[in-house]
């Protein structure tokens, strides 16, 4: 079971980043197989103001573009979304009590680790090296696992 993070569907889907293709086969391979795939709503509305914004775009996508490449991913055999559950709350009171140094911005991050940690999904392919504060993930960055470097 594997997360994807919205900076790898944003680079996936933007051919004018240098990570587009690592990141666009770790995403189709994904796809291709039945095995349990995950997004969260807040990564999908983060890919959706990402990718519709001006100023982060050569070519911003019109809302309709965004959203239908979150559907056609979610439409595809073994992709679902993790929602939160009624242990959400103990799950995340449980997670602040062992990282309490967690701040600001981290707070987004934080919310899909108690997802992740919620569902028992531990992997999570992603660029942001911030996700290795949570000792529970393992975090697999698909420009490292092309290159071989780490």
Not at 127 to 142: A, E, G, N, V, Y
Request: net charge neutral; glycine share 2%; hydrophobic share 40%.
């Amino acid at each position: 079971m594997l997360l994807f993070d919205t900076n790898v569907l944003v680079y996936a889907a933007n051919k004018d980043s240098a990570f587009h293709l690592p990141c666009s086969q770790w995403l189709a391979e994904a796809r291709r197989d039945p095995s349990p795939a995950f997004l969260t709503w807040s990564v999908c509305y983060e890919f959706l103001r990402v990718t519709t914004h001006p100023r982060v775009l050569r070519a911003p996508w019109s809302p309709k573009e965004a959203h239908r490449y979150l559907s056609d991913l979610l439409a595809s055999p073994g992709f679902d979304l993790l929602i939160s559950t009624p242990r959400h709350a103990a799950v995340l009171a449980q997670v602040m009590s062992e990282l309490p140094d967690l701040r600001g911005n981290s707070m987004h991050d934080l919310h899909i680790a108690v997802l992740m940690r919620e569902h028992g999904v531990s992997r999570i392919c992603t660029r942001d090296s911030d996700f290795r504060r949570f000792p529970f993930l393992t975090m697999i960055d698909p420009v490292q696992q092309l290159t071989g470097n780490e």
